[in-house]
């Protein structure tokens, strides 16, 4: 079965093999040998559930946080954090490209905020470093354009969900 998650404008394909061993995950064609280390299930402050994840991805040992969150999949993976649509790509607008809003994935501490109102920012720059879990993760730009309002501030708690930094896309 093939999940199809959008990251901006981007979509790719994720296809899980469960009878190899050990399992074999495709991401747009490529092949990924995965061994699950151990996986626990945590609760965030606003209720969602988490899974706290080791795994062996192609012979290194990694540690993943992944919450899913309506149609949103969010990925903590070695301090970066992912976030995903689930579906295909729509066709309606500003949907397509990827969203202006970054979101604080879980509840956290804001360490750093690396933008300010009116920086020009293109997809995958790094926005604000939020501490979570007590792990420390870069939130980045799903698209391109002009930083429009920045409500993180170092040293702030935050809840999941609320809105860190707004990008208007270029016109």
Do not use: C, W, Y
Request: glycine letters at 12%.
């Amino acid at each position: 079965m093939e999940i199809r998650l959008r990251q901006g404008a981007r979509t790719l394909g994720v296809t899980l093999t469960p009878e190899s061993n050990p399992l074999e995950a495709h991401v747009d064609g490529r092949a990924h040998r995965l061994h699950q280390v151990s996986a626990r299930r945590v609760r965030t402050a606003d209720g969602a559930e988490a899974a706290d994840l080791s795994v062996v991805v192609d012979g290194q040992v990694r540690r993943a946080i992944v919450v899913r969150t309506g149609d949103r999949l969010l990925v903590s993976l070695d301090g970066r954090v992912h976030a995903f649509a689930l579906g295909d790509e729509t066709r309606h607008g500003a949907a397509a490209t990827g969203g202006g809003f970054t979101t604080a994935p879980m509840p956290g501490k804001v360490v750093r905020v690396l933008v300010s109102v009116g920086d020009a920012v293109d997809a995958g720059d790094p926005l604000v470093v939020l501490e979570a879990m007590k792990m420390e993760m870069t939130l980045r730009a799903e698209i391109g354009g002009t930083v429009t309002a920045v409500a993180a501030a170092a040293g702030r708690m935050v809840e999941a969900g609320a809105v860190l930094v707004e990008i208007a896309p270029p016109a």
